[in-house]
């Protein structure tokens, strides 16, 4: 069976799917299971997995039983601000070590901080944490991430929530081949058609969040994202035909035709 593997654990799934954004936490477990996705993310700094005993919590409405969580530090500028909540999320989901390192550069673009985000990870895998992270698509950064030990390595595809696809699949491409860690797009993925490319190219898994939660139908669009990255990912491992420029290649046999 062809699995995606993180830190060991083996899943079916490989679209990774955000809990942001949405209206409330009904359609967040609605969209979840139309995306068939087995990890989600969540900001800790933004959602309530138990901060605050007064108010609904995610974890009554995706059960850590049913789903592995991804706490992230969306909304962290400093190396410093990311480990603490890390380390937050680690007491408040009892031990638990898999998370996603992002740490922003500026809230305009929210593009990745990359010297904060390296330090950040030094610090964290020496904490023992198993660390996906966010980053640019600089295949340099991305190499570096992977000796620091990370188990994951997310680079954006685009600007974090504008949709835009993926800008520069030449620089996924050299990651891709270049780094033996799982190379998941996060970030500007925007239809369906997106996340396909970016498994064509060999990516092993694809996270979103705006892309679902953004969709004027969000539960439909969250199926579609489903269907779209099994697609990719059989065209990948079945291997495309190669381009021919300038060159044609009759698809029915030219021998054996009637009248010849």
Partial sequence: MDTLVIAGRSYASRL???TGKYQDFAQTRAAIDASGAEIVTVAIRRTNIG?????????DA???SQFTYLPNTA???TADDAIRTLRLARELLDGHDLVKLEVLGDPQS???NVVETLKAAEVLVKDGFKVMVYTSDDPIIARQLEDIGCVAVMPLASLIGSGMGILNPWNLQIIIDRLTVPVIVDA???TASDAAIAMELGCAAVLMNTAISGAKNPILMASAMKKAVEAGR????AGRMAKKAYQASPSSPTTGI???
């Fill in 16 to 18: 990774l799917v955000g």
């Fill in 51 to 59: 901060q605050d005993p007064n108010q609904p919590s995610l974890l």
């Fill in 62 to 64: 995706l059960p850590p």
């Fill in 75 to 77: 909304g962290c500028y």
């Fill in 110 to 112: 929210l593009y990745p």
């Fill in 188 to 190: 500007g993925v925007g």
């Fill in 234 to 237: 059989e065209a990948y491992l």
């Fill in 258 to 260: 009637i009248g010849t």
